[in-house]
């Protein structure tokens, strides 16, 4: 258990439609960083916040955006979705001075 | 533009059997290389960060080692709970700390 927590674990939704993903980091950890991997791209970077702030940005369509609370939690937010948005997406954690990010269980969205 | 490869992207071996995994990687000024575990619809394990180049790092039956272009995964006498996918990242020394990962190793190990 890497302690960075995802939620939720599934979701199923139709194209045109919105949603959230929800992550939780380790404790103590002020980097997030969002991941999308899909079956023919491999894991790619969209986007870090740094204690609240957005600090880098990847391959993230304007379609989605990301924001980070003052608990250190992250929302990912999709919209608009498209058949070729299903994926997973893994939200990941780092500690300050500390190069290692630790990644959570994912969620495995579907959209129809 | 940052760029890991690795290969082969598939490898069965039979138990006990020991091979490596590759991972060649183009980085404009290394911050560190990363290996991962990633079993079936989880999220990557970390496993190891290597440096600089000559660097070595052990656990259980891996061990993964680092030169200025390549690392590699050594995997020893295998067991069956070593079947996984496994992971090479890179980050670059200034700017985004982003991770940029490799397609991954599918190791299939049979008792």
């Known amino acids: 258990d890497s302690g960075v927590t995802q939620t939720p674990k599934h979701l199923i939704t139709a194209t045109g439609q919105r949603v959230t993903l929800r992550c939780s980091p380790r404790s103590g950890d002020l980097s997030v960083y969002w991941y999308q991997q899909s079956l023919d791209q491999g894991l790619q970077f969209l986007i870090q916040?740094?204690?609240?702030?957005?600090?880098a940005k990847g391959n993230i369509l304007e379609r989605f955006s990301a924001q980070q609370f003052p608990d250190l939690h992250s929302e990912l937010n999709l919209s608009s979705l498209e058949l070729g948005d299903s994926a997973l997406y893994f939200c990941?954690?780092?500690?300050?001075?500390?190069?290692?990010?630790?990644f959570g269980p994912g969620t495995r969205l579907l959209v129809l | 533009e940052d760029q890991v490869t690795q290969s082969p992207e598939a490898l069965r071996l039979q138990e006990g059997e020991s091979s490596s995994l590759n991972c060649s990687y183009t980085?404009?000024?290394?911050?560190?290389l990363f290996w991962y575990r990633q079993d079936p619809g989880k999220g990557p394990e970390f496993l190891f960060t290597?440096?600089?180049a000559g660097e070595e790092k052990e656990k259980e039956r891996l061990k993964a080692t680092l030169t200025k272009k390549e690392s590699f995964l050594h995997i020893t006498a295998p067991k069956p709970e070593d079947s996984a996918t496994y992971l090479c990242?890179?980050?670059?020394?200034?700017?985004?700390?982003?991770?940029?990962f490799g397609t991954g190793t599918r190791l299939t190990i049979i008792p």
């Open positions: 916040y740094y204690n609240g702030e957005e600090r």
């Open positions: 990941a954690s780092s500690g300050t001075g500390s190069e290692t990010q630790y």
């Open positions: 990242a890179v980050q670059r020394n200034f700017g985004n700390e982003k991770l940029t």
């Open positions: 980085v404009s000024g290394l911050r560190g």
């Open positions: 290597l440096y600089s």
